[in-house]
């Protein structure tokens, strides 16, 4: 066959049509064809966001000296091999009430259950992926306390089953008839659903309508996502050698387990282009944790109050320090990944790492421990903030800095309105 001599340049190759022509059995990488070129590949991608309900203990997260020549604090030891991939930030809040109430604060700035983070990185850059964000959960039981947030602020539900998520991307050709199927018939009962909630509008008094107009944009967020998955529910599905596990750990005791099936199945999302923004909240309840076959003290949750207990604190903080060891071995994945940009993936993802809770103690929710990795930042330091400052910036200042990272034209983010750029570049 000859190719005609005007062939379009690497750039202007549609990859959704390439795809779709004879080779669309195959499923491909994501190629330098149809992405920027090496060359003019700049700022980050990708977003993550990991979160505790139960905080991370300060005095063994937050190192002793400022700058870079800071000692690795206990907590993040796993992390000791990597320090050039991420930067801790101490003395930033949102100036929020405190309160276990308030650790929905997290996303969404000194307003609980508002407009979060994740969620307005999603509308900006995630709507030409299969998923436009996608929320997950580990050691949540029965239980579970949403982390994302629409505009309207409504609560977006979290997967808890790594059997769920794998499915979602990778699912056989046997589950495609069967997806579409469900997909289509859901619309049909939104459409009916949609019809109801119109007529009661106009009979409920206006003390309701905010409740209206919460539950309209929950159909509407929901009619959008499930449009993208049918717009694109015949396009090549990406393939993998990873090998799920033959059990869900969705036990609160198991939540170690959970977070690094997720976290491998993060990875290869980000890797196949699936999606562009993720979320991971890691709850914190009552379960018992077992380290080298030996029970720990308390609960969970129990520990997170402990009062100063030296003891205590020793358990708590080998949690912590086990939570870190997965986020280690995420970060590792990432950097060895390469992208069709020529970028590790890490490079091209911002990955953030922290909590709505300062100290779950004193139920507090002043100076929460917070660390960025990747994203292409000069990394490697702590960085110290002085709250006692009038002027100190917020943690949503921080949050305005990975936005225009990801070239979000963005000036303000809930009682924020700088950013940390001077600082954090």
């Known amino acids: 066959m000859i190719l005609p001599n005007h062939s379009p340049s690497p750039q202007a190759v549609d990859r959704r049509f390439f795809l779709r022509s004879a080779l669309a059995a195959l499923a491909l990488p994501p190629l330098e064809a149809f992405g920027a070129s090496v060359s003019g590949a700049t700022g980050a991608r990708n977003f993550v966001a990991i979160g505790t309900y139960l905080g991370w203990h300060q005095n063994a997260f937050f190192p002793k000296e400022t700058g870079l020549n800071y000692s690795m604090p206990e907590t993040l030891t796993p992390l000791s091999a990597a320090r050039d991939s991420f930067t801790i930030f101490s003395g930033l809040d949102h100036r929020a009430p405190n309160g276990h109430d308030a650790w929905s604060n997290f996303l969404s700035g000194v307003?609980?259950?508002?407009?979060?983070?994740?969620?307005?990185?999603?509308?900006?850059?995630?709507?030409?992926?299969?998923?436009?964000?996608?929320?997950?959960?580990?050691?949540?039981?029965?239980?579970?306390r949403a982390m994302s947030y629409t505009r309207k602020g409504v609560g977006l539900p979290m997967i808890q089953r790594p059997s769920v998520l794998y499915r979602q991307l990778f699912r056989s050709e046997a589950d495609l008839a069967r997806t579409e199927y469900l997909l289509r018939s859901g619309r049909s009962g939104l459409d009916l659903l949609l019809e109801d909630a119109k007529r009661l509008r106009s009979a409920v008094p206006s003390a309701d309508s905010h409740k209206l107009e919460e539950y309209f944009d929950s159909f509407r967020t929901l009619e959008k996502r499930m449009a993208r998955q049918l717009n694109g529910i015949h396009d090549p599905i990406p393939t993998t050698s990873y090998k799920l596990p033959t059990y869900d750990p969705i036990t609160p005791n198991l939540q170690i387990e959970a977070e690094t099936i997720l976290y491998h199945l993060m990875t290869?999302?980000?890797?196949?282009?699936?999606?562009?923004?993720?979320s991971l909240q890691l709850d914190g309840l009552g379960q018992v944790f077992s380290f080298d076959g030996k029970a720990l003290s308390s609960g969970y949750h129990g520990l997170s109050h402990h009062g100063n207990d030296p003891r205590m604190i020793r358990?708590?903080?080998?949690?912590?320090?086990?939570?870190?060891?997965?986020?280690?071995?995420?970060?590792?994945?990432?950097?060895?990944?390469?992208?069709?940009?020529?970028?590790?993936?890490?490079?091209?993802?911002?990955?953030?790492?922290?909590s709505g809770t300062g100290d779950a103690s004193r139920h507090s929710n002043r100076n929460i421990p917070t660390l960025v990795a990747g994203g292409g930042f000069q990394h490697g330091r702590h960085i110290a903030i002085d709250q006692d400052k009038p002027d100190a910036p917020l943690l949503g200042d921080l949050y305005l800095t990975l936005m225009q990272r990801l070239g979000m034209q963005v000036g303000k983010f809930s009682n924020a309105s700088r950013n940390l750029n001077h600082l954090f570049a």
Request: glycine fraction near 6%; aromatic fraction near 4%; proline fraction near 1%.
């Open 111 to 144: 307003t609980p259950r508002r407009y979060s983070l994740d969620q307005q990185i999603a509308d900006e850059i995630g709507q030409n992926s299969r998923f436009a964000s996608i929320e997950m959960t580990a050691g949540s039981g029965e239980e579970v």
């Open 268 to 278: 290869l999302a980000l890797e196949t282009e699936s999606t562009r923004v993720m």
């Open 315 to 354: 358990d708590l903080v080998s949690i912590e320090t086990a939570h870190i060891h997965c986020f280690a071995a995420f970060l590792k994945e990432l950097q060895e990944k390469k992208t069709a940009r020529g970028k590790s993936l890490l490079d091209e993802t911002i990955v953030l790492l922290g």
